[in-house]
């Protein structure tokens, strides 16, 4: 697993364009046959991949967490991006889509992840975040996820969004969990631009078409910097950072928050025109 601790403002302004990608931008995530992990200090978020072929994928007790177990101390949310796969938890399966959710509870013991089919196999984007009280394992299709759209194709930024990990929707501790889908001809994701210095988030670009790349922009609001980011890359953002994205052509994106509280909606807008 992977360790990043956290970055300044300051620290951040003076980076570089490869500093700027070691320490914000998630790559290899998804690799065929393993899981991969990352531990950002951000609120103690794990991000990880996992891409089963034809054995399934046993989600292993990192040495890092002093635990018993992988989530004796935490929650988790996966969400599938890719052929039709199956999350056993405790010996209890479920069966994920393209673009369904589970959640998995503090407590939960044995968890593994298969394919269906080795040749179009599952990639299962997974957060998981430190947790005080075992709520309720579940699932949720896309359609249960309350879509609501947003944006419109007059300024490039037409969207769904599903939330399924939030105040109104799976219960848990801490962990808010969703995607974005954009319409064709709409590149913009995330506008207006916001902080949420009570959360930090971490977004994971996916059907990113062959050739085409999203600038995901980053930093203070007067301070932005950007990373180019290809298809199954992720970008993290501090708590005190802005984050949107503009695609060369449309895209999805997985976000997920974590720290002081699992609102939505109280995020600290920022004008366009304020932008420098
Ligand atoms: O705090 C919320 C997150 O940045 C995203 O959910 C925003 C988003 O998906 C969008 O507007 O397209
Ligand atoms: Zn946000």
Redesign the pocket.
């Known amino acids: 697993m992977e360790i990043r601790f956290q970055n300044s403002p300051k620290e951040t302004s003076q980076m570089n364009t490869q500093e700027l990608r070691n320490n914000f931008l998630l790559q290899n995530l998804m690799q065929q046959g393993s899981i991969n992990l990352v531990y950002s200090h951000y609120d103690r978020l794990i991000i990880g991949g996992v891409v089963p072929t034809t054995n399934a994928i046993v989600l292993p007790n990192e040495d890092e967490l002093k635990a018993k177990y992988f989530l004796e101390r935490r929650e988790m949310g996966i969400i599938n991006v890719g052929g039709t796969g199956t999350v056993t938890a405790d010996g209890v399966d479920y069966a994920i889509e393209k673009l369904e959710c589970v959640y998995l509870a503090k407590g939960t013991q044995a968890v593994q992840f298969s394919s269906n089919d080795a040749s179009n196999p599952a990639h299962f984007y997974i957060l998981s975040t430190p947790a005080h009280h075992s709520y309720v394992n579940a699932k949720m299709t896309k359609a249960e996820a309350a879509p609501v759209n947003?944006g419109d194709i007059t300024t490039s930024n037409k969207?769904t969004?599903y939330k399924y990990i939030h105040n109104d929707g799976i219960q848990s501790c801490q962990l808010v969990m969703?995607l974005?889908v954009l319409e064709d001809g709409s590149v913009w994701?995330?506008v207006p631009p916001?902080t949420?210095t009570r959360r930090m988030?971490a977004y994971f670009y996916f059907d990113v078409k062959d050739g085409h790349r999203v600038m995901h922009f980053l930093g203070e609001p007067q301070e932005t910097r950007h990373l180019v980011v290809g298809n199954l890359e992720g970008a993290l953002s501090a708590p005190w950072s802005m984050?949107f994205g503009c695609g060369t052509s449309n895209y999805g994106f997985i976000?997920g928050?974590a720290g002081e509280n699992k609102e939505?909606t109280d995020?600290d807008q920022v004008a366009i025109p304020d932008l420098k």
């Open positions: 947003l969207r969004i969703g974005t994701n995330s916001h949420h988030e984050h976000w928050m939505f995020m």
